[in-house]
């Protein structure tokens, strides 16, 4: 488990973040934000005050990062890409999250590395990993302007034999359910949104077609909403082109294995986050991930790979 519990004891009465500045070498901002998520404990109680004090014994909940051997498909001197695989999440989504790759990330180059963009727990492919603060502000910034170009594959249903450029408004449901409200939708109040598809295979024997996914805009989910929204949903998808209540216990984690590949007719999502092109630094660059996607594909709908 990457988050322990540390006992610590301050021999003095002193501000807790000071504490931690001194002992465990964080920033003074580090600090007080870890103190304000509740890392800090003091006779079991959750210190709440980012200017509290500490003296005697504390407890002190800390991320140690854990590698399970995951390394980078490309390095620089400010940021890595990782080609990350179908089912790791990200992110820890709480100090419960087992493994995330930002495990690999920290475990590597150090706590000041970070994940400067989000892909889906279950779409694979490139993700792009800050190696210091300063790189963290610059790629972010570079996400946010829309700077850095990303490029999708996936393999849809049904025989897409032209380009589409896919313009429909995204939004994200509003509902007491938090579990609910991840699902979006297309909705002429949503967010403007764009993707640009562009069919490379159609294989008959499955009636499916392999293309590349060119999002314009940034929204959640925005590729799978997109595509099925054109009546070619992704395969595997086990939200979009799904009834409502398989969904939600899909992502309430009440679905087996053997229903959801069922009711979907692959083990994942078959969509993979393929390429990425920036400038940093005045040095452009395009990094093209190197799984064989198809394979993965096929393999994903328990079929035999075609040669």
């Given at each position: 488990m990457p988050f322990v519990v540390k006992k610590l004891h301050a021999p003095t009465k002193?501000?807790?973040?000071?504490?931690?500045?001194?002992?465990?070498g964080?920033?003074?901002?580090?600090?007080?934000?870890?103190?304000?998520?509740?890392?800090?404990?003091?006779?079991?109680n959750v210190m709440d005050n980012q200017a509290g004090f500490v003296e005697g014994d504390f407890e002190f909940v800390c991320f140690e990062p854990l590698s399970k051997g995951l390394t980078p498909t490309f390095v620089a001197n400010d940021f890595a890409i990782y080609d990350k695989p179908s089912?790791?999440?990200v992110h820890p989504q709480n100090r419960y999250t087992p493994y995330s790759l930002n495990d690999e990330i920290k475990h590597r180059f150090g706590q000041d590395a970070n994940i400067t963009h989000r892909i889906d727990q279950e779409t694979s492919g490139?993700?792009?990993?800050?190696r210091n603060k300063t790189s963290e502000r610059v790629l972010k910034m570079m996400f946010e302007e829309r700077e850095?170009?990303?490029h999708y594959l996936a393999l849809v249903r049904g025989k897409l034999d032209h380009?589409?450029?896919?313009?429909e408004p995204l939004l994200r449901r509003e509902d007491q359910s938090s579990i609910v409200r991840m699902i979006v939708r297309v909705h002429p109040e949503g967010k403007p949104s764009r993707t640009f598809i562009t069919p490379l295979e159609y294989f008959p024997d499955i009636d499916a077609t392999l293309v590349e996914a060119s999002p314009l805009t940034g929204r959640q989910h925005q590729i799978r909403v997109h595509l099925f929204h054109v009546k070619h949903p992704i395969i595997g998808d086990p939200i979009y082109g799904q009834n409502e209540t398989d969904a939600v216990r899909f992502l309430d984690k009440e679905m087996g294995e053997?229903?959801?590949f069922k009711n979907t007719g692959a083990t994942r999502l078959l969509l993979h986050a393929y390429?990425?092109?920036?400038?940093?630094?005045?040095?452009p660059y395009r990094i093209v991930s190197r799984e064989d996607f198809v394979r993965e594909c096929f393999e994903a709908m328990k079929l035999t790979p075609p040669l």
């Open positions: 002193q501000k807790a973040f000071l504490f931690l500045m001194k002992e465990l964080y920033t003074q901002k580090e600090a007080q934000r870890l103190i304000a998520k509740g890392r800090v404990f003091v006779e079991g089912g790791l999440i490139l993700v792009l990993a800050a850095i170009t990303k380009p589409i450029d896919i313009r053997e229903e959801r390429s990425l092109e920036f400038e940093y630094g005045s040095n």
